[in-house]
């Protein structure tokens, strides 16, 4: 747990960052015969956009002398970062391939992990203009209405004043809904809703990209999550502090084990995340 005067000069920075970043990132998103595609070595797109709101975060975090891990950034080899006792994990645009798409399911998520898990999250889906932000042991939160701005300076009291504890009273639903990667899915994601569906009579199927679906459970609108492609550890560190502070889990598949972090191999196993 982050002592009281750490949190709240780190997570302002957190906050802004991912806010100038989605400001980067709505700029290339107005202009489609711009995005400057290429594919990288894992075989996945990656867009100027990407490359902007990484340089953006680098620029911003790097002020508070903290290591950063980006999916965009510089390979980190395991025996420089293996003894970290700080840094932030960053995934500057997750759901490129949403982005490139065109259907507004993209988020910049900012993890600072400590002893291999994440104890602050700030998620920001720009284009609906909303922030997910968590604290281990503090709780999770939703604020909404910030557009994005290449200047955003927030402060940690704005934050608080804004902040709405997750999950929401108003997401209460009577069905049972399971979120579904649109652009990943596989047989074994069948598998394991099929196996949902038996339990459940009334059950909802909703597609979504990113790690927006976590924030949809933590949220309270969504029930299960399973994922059976493959993902990283940017992925899914700030969201899965979202979602466990308020109230859910994320363990891996099918073993059923919590997720590990700052890994040698920075691929995750296959899981699955419940709002219990």
């Not at 074994?188 to 809703?193: C, G, L, V």
Request: net charge negative; aromatic share 10%; charged share 25%.
């Amino acid at each position: 747990m982050l002592p009281d005067d750490i949190r709240a000069y780190l997570l302002p920075r957190a906050f802004n960052a991912a806010v100038r970043a989605g400001w980067e990132i709505m700029e290339v998103y107005k202009n489609r015969d711009d995005y400057d595609i290429s594919v990288k070595s894992d075989h996945t797109p990656i867009t100027l956009a990407d490359r902007l709101a990484h340089e953006k975060i680098k620029e911003s975090l790097g002020q508070t002398r903290i290591p950063i891990l980006s999916e965009e950034g510089r390979e980190m080899l395991y025996d420089e970062r293996r003894n970290w006792e700080l840094f932030w994990l960053v995934d500057p645009l997750d759901g490129t391939v949403e982005f490139i798409k065109g259907n507004n399911e993209f988020t910049v998520n900012i993890a600072l992990m400590s002893e291999r898990q994440c104890i602050c999250a700030v998620i920001y889906v720009p284009y609906l203009q909303k922030v997910y932000v968590a604290s281990r042991g503090v709780g999770s939160f939703l604020i909404e209405g910030i557009a994005p701005a290449a200047d955003a300076c927030y402060s940690y009291d704005d934050i608080c004043a804004l902040k709405q504890r997750l999950p929401l009273a108003s997401s209460l639903h009577t069905d049972y809904r399971i979120a579904v990667s649109r652009s990943h899915q596989t047989p074994e994601t069948i598998e394991y809703i099929d196996a949902v569906k038996a339990k459940y009579q009334n059950v909802r199927i909703i597609e979504q990209g990113s790690s927006y679906k976590f924030c949809l459970l933590a949220e309270g609108l969504i029930d299960y999550y399973p994922r059976t492609t493959h993902t990283y550890e940017w992925d899914t560190a700030a969201a899965e502090l979202i979602l466990s502070e308020a109230g859910g889990i994320t363990r891996s598949l099918p073993d059923r084990q919590p997720l590990l972090y700052n890994k040698e191999n920075l691929q995750n196993p296959w899981f699955e995340c419940i709002l219990l």
